[in-house]
């Protein structure tokens, strides 16, 4: 069984199709790029896998339909992090953030604190537990946003952009800690870089439609398909 099956996803903003029947597996442990130009649909569908937006069309996650009694055991095994950190972290300290989802989950005190213990230590911020978020560099907030999501446990983390505004040696930590965690992944980036390290395959979205299901490394060994795509000027 697949972890996540998404079978004949379509979503519309006002009438303007965003996402135009899409259907794809993945797979437990399995690291795949979402790859396509600005406006291709990448973030739509994102949001879509979580439930913040509903389209037409089926989702399952551990073969649990994605509808409203079951939303929040998916979102607790579907972790999203957020391009921007600062759309994740808003409590008073590090910590407070962490313990955030577990928190609502009926863990007792010692399970969440357990919790967050584990997290902060898979993202190597444990000495930070008691900072304030907004004190932090760049690099570490996108730790602790993983973090806050690493709490909850989830098969599968998906991260949008997670290297943006990075600079070169916060972005190799981060792609080291994401080579190491055994959740299967779903990354949305322009980052060609990260994608032939980390994800041996790629889905390639453009206007919405889904048109390349991959390995890697045939995709990037085609620069003019690429170019089609706009993933490379």
């Not at 004949?8 to 199709?17: E, I, Q, T, V």
């Not at 994740?88 to 300290?93: A, C, D, G, V």
């Not at 690099?139 to 989830?154: D, E, N, R």
């Not at 992944?185 to 032939?196: F, K, Q």
Request: charged fraction near 20%; glycine fraction near 8%; charge should be negative.
């Amino acid at each position: 069984m697949a972890l996540v099956e998404i079978s004949r996803l379509s979503f519309s903003y006002g009438g303007s199709p965003a996402l135009k029947s899409l259907s794809f597996l993945l797979e437990t442990g399995e690291k795949v790029a979402l790859l396509g130009a600005n406006g291709s649909g990448k973030s739509t569908l994102l949001l879509n896998l979580i439930g913040i937006l509903r389209g037409e069309g089926e989702i399952r996650v551990d073969d649990l339909l994605l509808q409203d009694e079951n939303l929040a055991a998916i979102r607790a095994r579907v972790g999203l992090v957020f391009q921007d950190p600062d759309d994740q972290l808003f409590s008073p300290t590090v910590r407070d953030d962490v313990a955030f989802g577990p928190s609502y989950q009926g863990l007792s005190r010692e399970q969440v604190e357990h919790r967050v213990s584990q997290a902060l230590r898979a993202v190597r911020m444990e000495d930070f537990a008691d900072r304030p978020p907004h004190q932090l560099s760049g690099g570490q907030k996108k730790q602790v946003a993983l973090a806050t999501v690493l709490s909850m446990q989830p098969g599968l983390l998906v991260l949008d952009e997670p290297t943006s505004s990075l600079d070169a040696r916060a972005r190799r930590g981060l792609l080291n800690l994401l080579a190491e965690l055994p959740q299967a992944m779903l990354i949305a980036t322009h980052d060609l870089a990260l994608v032939e390290e980390l994800c041996p395959r790629v889905l390639v979205l453009r206007d919405g439609e889904l048109v390349l299901d991959a390995p890697t490394q045939q995709l990037l060994g085609q620069p003019q398909l690429m170019e089609e795509y706009g993933l490379v000027a």
